[in-house]
């Protein structure tokens, strides 16, 4: 009798609460055959990427041919069903990856790949993971890397972009806020250059660490030229350099 009523009330739980549902695969492919292009996040140790349309992946990869080539690129016409999901490293090692699974559960896809590397003190690599997958109405795309989430892309961004804007606070100061996609390195030094006038005067902006705020004196600023290259400087190992377009004064707000 006790033995029934166990089983009737397992019963019951499972048809009032349900069962959590398996994450759906997702057909996916793995391609070859591309270089990582040197103007993209070129500092970066790593890079991850969602990218929906081949304007977008042409802005980050470009095709390597070699004699014999038989790699495996994607199909002409891809971005009219596909998308492409990528990770890139960089560094003093040769990189090679393998997908484990792509998943979807309420949106968020979810690539599982391992990685290994082989250092290569001498020479310099930017080693990309490019897989297809079918386009859909999705949330976000989650970079699980040895079991590790090493990055969640929220869907729609495409390719990161960095962005300034300047403002004149009074008639001693300038502040200039620079924003790119992946966090800025703490507890380093890191300098904002505009032409020959630097600072390296800062702060985070509301505590978002890809936003920083630079000040820099109106003498100082008043210096600088139209057309002028913007450029940020982390000092931490290895170092970081982010480029923020060039000078507009038109659009320095008061």
């Not at 095709?63 to 891809?78: G, I, Q, T």
């Not at 507890?187 to 660490?209: A, D, F, H, M, P």
């Not at 290895?238 to 707000?253: A, I, N, Q, T």
């Amino acid at each position: 009798m006790k033995t029934a009523t166990l089983s009737t009330l397992t019963v019951c739980l499972i048809s009032q609460f349900g069962i959590a549902a398996e994450p759906a695969k997702l057909p996916h492919d793995t391609y070859s055959g591309y270089f990582v292009s040197n103007k993209f996040e070129p500092d970066a140790a790593q890079s991850f990427v969602v990218l929906t349309d081949q304007e977008q992946f042409d802005k980050v990869f470009g095709v390597a041919f070699v004699m014999n080539d038989k790699s495996h690129r994607l199909p002409k016409d891809a971005f009219k069903s596909l998308m492409v999901i990528a990770a890139i490293k960089r560094g003093n090692a040769f990189w090679e990856f393998k997908v484990e699974g792509v998943t979807v559960d309420e949106g968020v896809v979810q690539l599982r790949y391992k990685a290994t590397s082989q250092k290569t003190p001498a020479t310099t690599f930017s080693c990309p993971l490019i897989v297809s997958i079918p386009k859909g109405k999705y949330k976000a795309v989650e970079f699980v890397e040895d079991g590790r989430m090493m990055k969640e892309v929220e869907f729609g961004k495409g390719v990161p972009s960095n962005s300034v804007e300047i403002r004149r606070i009074d008639t001693s100061r300038v502040d200039i806020t620079v924003t790119r996609e992946r966090p800025f390195p703490v507890n380093t030094i890191t300098v904002l250059q505009i032409g020959e006038q630097k600072t390296n005067i800062c702060r985070y902006s509301k505590n978002k660490l890809n936003t920083l705020v630079f000040s820099m004196a109106a003498e100082d600023f008043a210096k600088t030229q139209d057309g002028e290259a913007i450029t940020v400087k982390c000092l931490c190992e290895p170092p970081e350099r982010c480029d923020f377009g060039k000078l507009d004064r038109s659009k320095v707000r008061d």
